[in-house]
């Protein structure tokens, strides 16, 4: 059978389990999301109340703020030497004629595909 009815069977079921993927991995962040506002100490269901009471318990920690501080500089530093050498390898595969120059191009892209790939993979299977 291959027709109209059985694609969109297959659709359907693929788009179920395309849910079922993308609510394993994003529920448990919204869980985690909810409780960071919950104005109880102790996780439950349903939560207490609303508040933003440990973010301000959490920034008045001088660690945190300097660990956080630390990470947002290191991820200023690592961008925008990711972007400098992005930049120079995409002028330089554009421009020049060299030995290696498709190999090099798939070893740029290969970091950004491969995540898309495996995705699709693990959703094909």
Do not use: C
Not at 17 to 32: E, R
Not at 37 to 64: C, V
Not at 70 to 87: D, H, K, N, R, Y
Request: charged share 10%; net charge negative.
């Amino acid at each position: 059978m291959t027709g109209p009815h059985s694609r969109r069977i297959t659709a359907t079921l693929l788009g179920g389990w395309v849910v079922l993927v993308l609510g394993f991995l994003f529920i448990p962040i919204a869980i985690i999301l909810t409780y960071a506002f919950d104005t109880s100490p102790i996780q439950g269901w349903p939560i207490a109340g609303f508040t933003t009471h440990w973010f301000d318990d959490t920034w008045a920690d001088e660690e945190i703020r300097e660990a956080f501080l630390l990470s947002t500089e290191v991820a200023l530093a690592a961008t925008l030497l990711a972007v400098l050498l992005g930049s120079l390898a995409a002028f330089a595969v554009y421009r020049f004629a060299f030995f290696g120059k498709e190999v090099f191009s798939f070893l740029l892209i290969l970091p950004i595909a491969l995540p898309g790939i495996i995705t699709g993979m693990a959703l094909n299977s």
